[in-house]
């Protein structure tokens, strides 16, 4: 899955969720976090491991609870974030990179076919695979591209809820910017 889908569909289900959009907008580049291991040759091994995305996160949890609980909220998105990011890129992760070299993989299809009746067909495949060499990622992928465009349909028709919800994620990100200036 391509970065921009990748920010863009945990984030519209925090904000969806009504859950602080400044902290939601201000964590939100950790979603695309994983994909830096691509600078390693190690793309969705790295990054996408149990390590940077349970383990540090976890103990970033447990942090928090004893010692900093104004930042459980916080720490209970960036895992949010991580762990969306590999569920997200399930077509190959190599999950327990350093200790299993393989990817994991899943891909469910779902087929339609009208020519003689009406077929619908479910299809689940998964197993493990040999670790790909991905170093290069495409920023938005056709169904980024429609999604973006279902998002401009949605917001003509609905322009007065779009305009409440663009000054809302305004307002976060103005809230967010002042957290970073602080």
């Known amino acids: 899955m391509d970065p921009f889908m990748h920010l863009l569909l945990p984030m519209l289900l925090l904000l969806a969720l ?6 939601v907008v201000l964590l939100a580049p950790l979603a695309v976090l994983p994909d830096f291991d691509a600078l390693f040759g190690l793309h969705r091994a790295l990054g996408h491991s149990f390590i940077p995305i349970l383990v540090l996160p976890l103990a970033l949890l447990a942090y928090s ?10 720490a209970t998105i960036v895992l949010f974030y991580l762990v969306s990011h590999v569920v997200l890129d399930l077509g190959g992760v190599a999950f327990l990179w350093p200790v299993v070299q393989d990817q994991f993989y899943f891909e469910p299809s779902i087929t339609f076919a009208a020519s003689d009746g009406f077929d619908l067909a479910f299809h689940f495949e998964y197993g493990t695979k040999e670790l790909e060499d991905m170093g290069t990622t495409s920023f938005l992928s056709d169904a980024g591209f429609a999604l973006m465009l279902l998002g401009v349909v949605v917001a003509a028709v609905f322009r007065k ?11 976060a990100v103005k809230g967010a910017v002042g957290l970073l200036r602080r």
């Not at 009504?18 to 902290?23: L, N």
């Open 65 to 74: 609870k004893y010692r900093r609980p104004e930042w459980m909220l916080g």
């Open 161 to 171: 809820e779009a305009s409440r919800a663009l000054r809302t994620v305004v307002e």
């Open 18 to 23: 009504r859950i602080d959009p400044k902290k």
